[in-house]
């Protein structure tokens, strides 16, 4: 296990070069590419022929997680590729009919989808939050597609099985928010107050980071989209039991149920600080039997990583490619 204590070295760097890379800054449109049942918006910086890293995000989180990454990356001839999930920003759905489906094999397909889509044999995937776990899953059950892993708390491949299982009851007060999305009243709130809740769980899960209110707008205008209530509600119903997935998705299910190993080469990474339930560091060493390391990133790093504590991160996918 590695300590790094760098919070804070890339502050006030890199801001304008990765808001212009992003294309969200300079009047430069986000690119757009049809794939599975998406059309997906995605960010993408770096040479074409440059060797490909999928950055993933989480709830609630958008994009902007990767603005100090993406350059890091890109100037080290990376091509560097950010889309927004299902349910975030301006990516959409094709069909009107599709089921607005947030499970986590739904996420993870997008993710083969879009390498696909954009001709990619293989990526080094990195991720936080839901981000991670899509990245775990297309590293678990698809390993010939990933270059190479950095996973933010882990190894977070779960089931509807594990789901139901009671825990003590200071981690079930952790997850509040999952119980309050179970109820009508829940989904209610959320749809009214998606951005103050949102907030709010930016603070608890970092809660030394002082992010100010415009970097927060960055990322809270992704919550405008129009699925993006019934994708969030429905992937923490669906952990819990009590929302059906889509059929389509029940054989990759049954081989996440059975707790899949990740054989390919892999950080896995913590903040200090995270103030989200996240599993100890030791009690998934075993499920990682390629190339492996973990590193514990000090100072004050809370749940978002990529934003808190960006060169670290970054760094990990150098390392790792």
């Known amino acids: 296990m590695q300590g790094i204590d760098r919070r804070g070295v890339l502050r006030g760097t890199a801001v304008t070069l990765a808001a212009t890379q992003l294309g969200l800054g300079a009047g430069i449109p986000l690119k757009r590419i049809k794939a599975g049942v998406l059309d997906v918006a995605y960010a993408e910086a770096g040479p074409v022929d440059g060797k490909p890293v999928l950055l993933l995000h989480g709830w609630p989180y958008d994009v902007h997680a990767f603005d100090e990454v993406s350059p890091i990356l890109a100037d080290r001839g990376h091509r560097v590729i950010m889309p927004y999930l299902r349910g975030y920003g301006p990516t959409r759905f094709l069909d009107s009919e599709t089921m607005r489906n947030g499970q986590p094999a739904a996420l993870a397909t997008d993710a083969v989808a879009l390498l696909d889509a954009l001709k990619l044999r293989r990526a080094l995937l990195a991720g936080f939050d839901w981000g991670a776990r899509t990245a775990d899953i297309v590293a678990a059950l698809w390993p010939e597609r990933v270059a190479g892993l950095v996973a933010v708390s882990g190894y977070l491949i779960g089931s509807q099985q594990v789901g139901r299982q009671p825990l003590p009851p200071q981690a ?30 930016w603070r608890l899960a970092s809660p030394q980071w002082k992010f100010d209110d415009a ?107």
């Open 172 to 201: 079930e007060l952790q997850w509040w928010y999952q119980f309050y999305f179970a109820t009508e009243r829940g989904r209610l709130g959320y749809e009214t107050s998606r951005h103050d809740f949102n907030k709010l769980i």
């Open 215 to 321: 970097v927060y707008a960055k990322s809270a205008a992704a919550f405008d989209n129009p699925d993006h209530v019934a994708i969030v509600i429905h992937n923490y119903r669906w952990r819990l039991g009590l929302a059906e997935g889509e059929a389509k998705y029940d054989e990759v299910e049954r081989r996440l149920a059975g707790v899949p190993v990740i054989s390919v080469p892999t950080i896995t990474m913590e903040g200090d600080a995270n103030g989200a339930p996240h599993p100890p560091p030791p009690t998934y060493r075993a499920k990682f039997t390629g190339r492996y390391e973990h590193r514990t990133i000090s100072g004050g790093i809370g749940h978002n990583l990529p934003q808190e504590a960006p060169r670290d991160f970054a760094t990990a996918i150098l390392d790792i490619s």
